[in-house]
């Protein structure tokens, strides 16, 4: 490691975005593969992985600094410089989401809060027995396991790239990362 490293645990993911976080993807799984569609359960499960989103976009402002989305929106600027540091096999640091990692997690949310949507209207009367309605859900869902599946396979590899616990840091709030050193100055990202 270069000399200008130094290591840090950096308090970075709020209570809320933790507990957010494992309660969707509790939400989530439970839904896909133990419930099936029209039960009870699985209807109280989508309306609060749909309340959770609701209430992470209103965290996505007001909350703390790193769950607000204006420390990682992934401007074409800030995606542009991420992957090419990535593709001449460095990275660069982020406290929060990276660029890529910010364009997943608006994914994942706007995901869940179509599968959300497609499951309700299948419960009004204009919607109920449309058949249309119960395939786009099930599209839906099975396209947010698989963006979660990569999700989960690019925390563990991002990981092991940076030498971060990304996982665990999503546990403990606390990333433990190698940073440059304050005395030599941050570099901040585009």
Not at 107 to 121: C, I, K, N, Q, W
Not at 122 to 149: C, K, M, P, R, Y
Request: glycine share 10%.
């Amino acid at each position: 490691m270069s000399s200008n490293l130094t290591p840090q645990a950096v308090r970075v993911w709020d209570p809320f975005v933790r507990i957010f976080h494992w309660t969707l993807v509790s939400c989530v799984l439970i839904n896909y593969f133990m419930l099936n569609d029209g039960e009870t359960l699985h209807q109280w499960l989508g309306y609060l992985a749909g309340a959770l989103v609701a209430a992470r976009i209103v965290w996505g402002f007001i909350g703390s600094e790193h769950a607000r989305f204006a420390s990682f929106m992934p401007t074409p600027s800030r995606l542009s410089a991420h992957l090419s540091r990535l593709r001449a096999g460095g990275h660069d640091h982020h406290l929060g989401h990276n660029p890529l990692g910010a364009v997943m997690m608006l994914a994942l949310l706007a995901l869940v809060a179509a599968v959300g949507v497609s499951g309700f209207l299948q419960t009004t009367d204009a919607f109920w027995g449309e058949d249309w309605v119960q395939e786009l859900h099930e599209v839906l869902a099975s396209v947010l396991i698989g963006f979660a599946a990569i999700h989960g396979a690019a925390a563990i590899v991002m990981s092991r790239l940076e030498g971060v616990n990304l996982v665990g840091a999503m546990i403990t709030g606390v990333k433990r990362t190698r940073a440059p050193s304050p005395l030599r100055g941050r570099r901040s990202a585009p």
